[in-house]
């Protein structure tokens, strides 16, 4: 499971890659409107002691991102009885600016990958479960200086495969949730 999981980054950053250079590129040529890239980080995950990591190519009205990250879930949001739930995420998502130059409202919407384990209250094993979700999310970039901004978003990740009853004790079973609400605040740069 470990392999798979590996191969799969391994495929995902490639392709995220892949993607964006074949987007550059189109971007030099003549007659072609002018592409942006960005990066991104999510100040949320690393309070909460995960990363972040988010790379965007687009143009007029439209982009492309690419993310990574890991949060370790507070107790306060899992189920009582578990503890430790921590998830490490690759989606591949797009998003609409009802703006041009990166302004304003968006929306977006895309698939997520989850690799996750939980223990229960005990704390005896770790077990290891997988997600895949479509999500659906809404922000608004505000200008901060020349091309730095920050974006207050939410988003709704629906579950739509992946294990659905986790044993994580011989008499514990974890029920990942079908609805998985987020937000949080970003900050970014395109060049």
Same mark, same amino acid.
Request: hydrophobic share 45%; charged share 20%.
């Given at each position: 499971? %470990?392999?798979?999981?590996?191969?799969?980054?391994?495929?995902?950053?490639?392709?995220? =890659?892949? #993607?964006?250079? $074949?987007?550059? *590129?189109? &971007?030099? /040529?003549?007659?072609?409107?002018?592409? !942006?890239?960005? =990066? /991104?980080?999510?100040?949320?995950?690393?309070?909460?002691?995960?990363?972040? *990591?988010?790379?965007? &190519?687009? %143009?007029?009205?439209? @982009?492309?991102? *690419?993310?990574?990250?890991?949060?370790?879930?507070?107790?306060?949001?899992?189920?009582?009885?578990?503890?430790?739930?921590?998830? +490490? *995420?690759? &989606?591949?998502?797009?998003?609409?600016?009802? %703006?041009?130059?990166?302004?304003?409202?968006?929306?977006? +919407?895309?698939?997520?990958?989850?690799? $996750?384990?939980?223990?229960?209250?005990?704390?005896?094993?770790? &077990?290891?479960?997988?997600?895949?979700?479509?999500?659906?999310?809404?922000?608004? !970039?505000?200008?901060?200086?020349?091309?730095?901004?920050?974006?207050?978003?939410?988003?709704?990740?629906? @579950?739509?495969? #992946?294990? @659905?009853?986790?044993?994580?004790?011989?008499?514990?079973?974890? !029920?990942?949730?079908?609805? !998985?609400?987020?937000?949080?605040?970003?900050? #970014?740069?395109?060049?």
């Amino acid at each position: 499971m %470990k392999f798979v999981l590996k191969k799969f980054m391994v495929k995902f950053i490639l392709l995220a =890659i892949l #993607g964006f250079i $074949s987007l550059v *590129a189109l &971007a030099q /040529e003549p007659g072609i409107r002018k592409m !942006n890239v960005g =990066i /991104e980080q999510d100040i949320l995950l690393y309070v909460t002691g995960g990363y972040f *990591a988010g790379v965007w &190519a687009g %143009k007029g009205h439209i @982009r492309v991102r *690419a993310i990574t990250a890991r949060v370790n879930k507070p107790d306060f949001i899992i189920p009582n009885g578990f503890t430790n739930n921590k998830v +490490t *995420a690759f &989606a591949l998502l797009g998003d609409y600016f009802l %703006k041009e130059n990166w302004k304003g409202w968006w929306i977006g +919407t895309g698939l997520v990958y989850w690799k $996750s384990t939980i223990q229960a209250d005990e704390k005896v094993h770790t &077990a290891d479960f997988e997600n895949w979700l479509v999500n659906g999310s809404i922000g608004y !970039n505000f200008k901060l200086w020349k091309n730095f901004y920050v974006s207050p978003w939410g988003a709704l990740h629906i @579950r739509v495969g #992946g294990d @659905r009853h986790v044993k994580v004790e011989t008499y514990k079973i974890f !029920n990942p949730p079908f609805i !998985n609400p987020e937000g949080s605040v970003k900050f #970014g740069i395109y060049f």
